[in-house]
């Protein structure tokens, strides 16, 4: 018999895992903040600065400070918007994209050391679980822009 999801007993897994996911030793020491601009960078840039205050926690002001100290640390740099003149895009450069490539494999390796350490039919739900948490993404992303 199927038993009805329980979405604050999801919600507080999906915290708890974070917390542990999240926490890795790293050569580099960066703050959240920098390591969520890096990341949604990777994923969707080039980005006007306006694009990026939509998917960062941080007001614009914020957001400028910490992009002009990211480009003096040679993380992301900009260059003119072709289809506006008037506005920059925000791209990683080869070091900030080592950072995140670097971090992601750090991720990796040690999510395979804990699955691992779990049975067959976990692995399989598991599985499951990882399509259906990119469908969330794509649900929220999808509300995110108003579709």
Known sequence: MDHPLNVDELATAIEDFNTVFI????VRRLNFSTLSVLHTLSR???LRLTDLTATEQLKQPA???LVAKLER????SRRP?????RAVLLSL???GGRIVRSRHADRVANL??????????????LAGSARVLARLTEIAASDVAGD
């Open 23 to 26: 926490r890795l030793p790293s």
């Open 44 to 46: 969707k840039g080039p």
């Open 73 to 76: 640390d040679g993380l992301v």
């Open 112 to 125: 395979a050391r804990l699955v691992d350490r779990l049975n067959d039919q976990e692995r399989e739900v």
């Open 81 to 85: 918007d072709p289809s506006d003149g």
């Open 93 to 95: 450069t080869e070091e």
């Open 63 to 65: 957001l400028t400070s």
